[in-house]
């Protein structure tokens, strides 16, 4: 007996609400933030009669390859906006995309099992319906989703989802960037500040984070430093920061070009703002432009070398250190027997006075006698002194090639706060 023609679509028919129940179950099995369904009668009646509704428009649309009406698309744009207005979560909205395309890709395949295999021409032209359709459909719930988030999620919230997926190489990362009203760029300059922790007592940094994203429209997040069970004020942490750079720039990889790593222009600007705010000191490690798909390791990147990095003021020159900055210091923390002779270096300069500080000026300004007296105030043959206080300390003369490669190190050592 020949399958008679439609038949596919019968069957697709005649299960759209067994169907539709299976998915809003699923929901409730497979994605926590709708576990609530199975106490809120009225969220699911909802959600039922949509999953209803859009099998039945399947079923009464695809026979012909009609598309999706405008009336259509509203009503799914109003369900994508209903959802964000219940609070649910960009990644909870993602997992309920994939689960609804996989259960109706399902619900064709047992449909046309059931009719045992069917005619070819029907499941070709549900097929053929779907993937068109459904990408309007998504599209359609991703923007009512996105239009009420924005009104919903604080800018520097919004700002912090993005830096977040864009990290993590999530393609919410496109949709997010529309929620921020913030175009993605191809390559990233990826920049850490880290801010040590705060007295107690200190106020917190939201105001401070907010009105950097603001002003430079980046997207920026805080991550608060994990404090162990010792004792510390607490509350410091990092601000990851990104940067849209152009292609091309200096690289940190494999046989990276000589001389200083390229950042944008902007981010010096945005580090001197931030420390302004801040009020104490920080310090920032930067990245050259690198690729999404590279983002994370130069995280990582940025991370190490603003750990590396002397913590500094925004009235003293700061500004963010890269790879070229600071490479010694890098791989002397990483050696411990290497850090732990510059920290007795270090301990000899004790006794002063104010000789850390003073050999910090004197590199800071290329060894210019007269630039350094002038950045710590005194008289040349103050600075003159305290750099024969260095030699008879240590046994190094400050201003020989040797004493520039080992005394340089322990000032950034001792600067960055890497021995306590």
Known sequence: MLTPMGSLFGELARQATANARREVETYVREIPELGSLDVNSRARAETLEYAVWFRRRTVELAPENDMLTEDDLGYITSMGASRAGSGMSLESRQRVLRVHTALMLREINEATEAQRGGHVEELMRIMSWFAPQGERGIG??????????????????????????????????????????????????????????????????????????????????????????????????????????????????????????????????????????????????????????????????????????????ASTRLRPHTLADVFVELTVADVPFVDEWLRTVARSLRPGPDLLVTLDAYYRHDMNRGSAATALNVHPRTLDYRLRRVRELTGIDPGSTHGVRVLSSVVTRSLSRAWG
């Open 140 to 313: 359609a719930y991703r923007e009512g989703f996105v239009t009420v988030m924005r009104r919903q999620v604080p800018y520097v919230e919004q700002a912090a989802l993005l830096a977040r997926s864009l990290l993590a190489e999530d393609p919410a990362a496109e949709e997010l960037a529309l929620v921020a009203g913030m175009e993605l760029a191809d390559h990233y300059a990826v920049t850490v500040i880290r801010v040590p922790d705060r007295p107690a007592g200190d106020r917190d940094l939201e105001n401070e984070i907010e009105a950097l994203v603001k002003r430079y429209g980046v997207p920026a997040t805080w991550c608060p430093e994990r404090v162990g069970g010792g004792g510390g004020g607490g509350g410091g942490g990092e601000l990851i920061v990104l940067v849209p750079g152009a292609a091309g720039a200096a690289r940190l990889h494999a046989a990276p070009a000589p001389g200083p790593d390229l950042v944008p222009d902007l981010v010096p600007d945005l580090l001197q703002d931030f420390a302004q705010a801040l009020g104490r000191p920080c310090a920032a490690g930067s990245t050259a432009a690198v690729p999404l798909s590279e983002l994370s390791g130069a995280l990582d990147r940025a991370r190490r070398i603003s750990r590396a990095a002397p913590l500094r003021r």
